[in-house]
């Protein structure tokens, strides 16, 4: 199987990438007791450590979709590539890094003439313009440092890059899993002791410690990312089951059950079929993608390709999908921090493009703007979940392409044919009443004679 999947992408042309990333290392997102004097960056901001990460991912791009895959130029050229970040400054810095390891310095643009040396200067007063002018000599900017716009377009940063904090449904959805208190007491209990220590160290009471767990969990994750000490109650073991627990929260309440993943990939796997169906067709220039995104973004995608999410992506984490030529057909690798992952109904790690823009639409909710902006007042709010089937009775849950017709015809069908079975045992049983009637009156009509 790997020598088969080796030959046929030697054989094939790649001809369009999309990638969603997690942002680099950063700060935590609220502070704790232990933070204290160690995040001057301020909450929630992306660390030099993340900087550098992104810019070795993009090394790697460089080696990998330049040099060998001959994908784009060596150089920026805007047809060919597309960047979009979420709003976020940690997302945004994670993106300009990733570009600058696959565009470095040395690769970015001189002046069109030695003539522009002395006319490219501002309309305002620089000190010190003869020197800079020397030390920039033709470049337009040090060390040829190349820019790259990067997007936060509407659409595609509220739905495909944020949808916990834009899809209105899905928010209502993840509030509602949020107040299920018997089901995640259940979670809680399984870490008892991780939470009694957690009590200990921030002298607060249970319902406090189990609140803002995540929040601790992020910042322990941050801490133990570059070296910090910790509290010394928590050892190792209790780090571990710090994070466990607080990713277990998180997934009960934003990734479960399926539907929730379902609702906040949609946006983002339909946009990336998108790109790749255009890449294909060659509707479009541009040859890479890159969707500068948070964990829960990375999270989210794995659950709806159902893959294995059952631990939290690493800051930096990466989804590609490589869209390959071979002959006349066309076929779709992806691959999660570099690993070859097997999509369900492919049959194989190189998928036809067909069978998973297939797979794509059928995990995909129709409609899904008209879904993420149901008005609160028309969501049940009586039978909202379904937690012990894991499932919501609530429009767009299901398993067909077309959801809502799909449903409601088959209903009618159900209906139609229900009536048609009563009609005609009622039919059967009249003509029987009927023939027994005539066949008892035929008998004392003899017996007079």
């Known amino acids: 199987m790997i020598f088969f999947i080796l030959i046929t992408t030697v054989t094939s042309r790649l001809v369009g990438v999309v990638e969603l990333c997690r942002h ?4 935590p997102t609220k ?7 160690r995040w001057p960056e301020g909450l929630g901001e992306l660390l030099p450590e993340g900087m550098r990460q992104h810019y070795f991912i993009g090394q790697v791009l460089r080696t990998r979709y330049i040099q060998n895959q001959k994908l784009i130029m060596p150089f920026y050229y805007q047809p060919e590539i597309f960047v979009y970040s979420s709003d976020h400054n940690r997302t945004l810095m994670s993106a300009e890094s990733q570009i600058q390891g696959l565009f470095p310095n040395g690769t970015g643009p001189n002046l069109r003439s030695s003539a522009m040396i002395t006319i490219a200067v501002p309309p305002v007063n620089v000190t010190n313009l003869n020197k800079l002018i020397n030390s920039l000599n033709m470049s337009a900017l040090p060390g040829n440092i190349q820019l790259t716009p990067i997007h936060t377009d509407d659409t595609i940063r509220q739905y495909a890059l ?42 607060c009471s249970r319902a406090y410690a189990q609140k803002n767990m995540q929040n601790i969990g992020g910042s322990v994750t941050c801490n133990e990312f570059m070296g910090y000490a910790l509290p010394a109650q928590f050892t190792p073991t209790v780090i571990n089951n710090i994070q466990e627990l607080a990713y277990e929260i998180k997934s009960f309440t934003q990734f479960k059950p399926d539907f929730l993943a379902r609702l906040a990939g949609t946006p983002f796997m339909m946009q990336m079929i998108g790109n790749l169906q255009n890449c294909m067709s060659g509707n479009i220039t541009q040859k890479f993608f890159l969707y500068s995104a948070h964990d829960t973004d ?37 691959k999660y921090n570099d690993v070859l992952q097997l999509i369900p109904t492919c049959g194989g790690y190189n998928c036809s493009l067909d069978t998973f823009v297939k797979y794509v639409q059928f995990r995909s909710i129709p409609d899904i703007i008209n879904v993420c902006n149901t008005p609160v007042y028309e969501m049940n709010q009586t039978k909202n979940l379904k937690a012990s089937k894991e499932s919501f009775d609530l429009p767009g849950d299901g398993d067909s392409m077309d959801l809502k017709w799909y449903f409601w015809f088959s209903f009618g069908v159900y209906i139609g044919l229900l009536v048609l079975i009563l009609t005609t045992i009622i039919v059967v049983c009249i003509k029987k009443v009927n023939k027994e009637l005539t066949s008892s009156q035929s008998l004392i009509s003899l017996k007079t004679r």
């Open 24 to 27: 680099g290392a950063r700060t």
């Open 298 to 334: 990375i999270s989210f995608i794995l659950a709806f390709l159902q893959l294995d999410f059952s631990q939290p992506p690493p800051f930096a984490s990466t989804i590609f999908f490589e869209l390959y030529q071979y002959g006349v057909n066309y076929y779709v690798n992806v």
């Open 162 to 203: 944020n949808p916990s904090s834009s899809c209105q449904y899905y928010m209502y959805l993840s509030d509602q899993k949020s107040a299920m208190s018997s089901e995640l007491q259940e979670i809680f209990d399984k870490y008892n002791d991780t939470v009694n220590v957690v009590m200990q160290v921030l002298n």
């Open 31 to 37: 502070l704790w007791p232990w933070d204290t004097g």
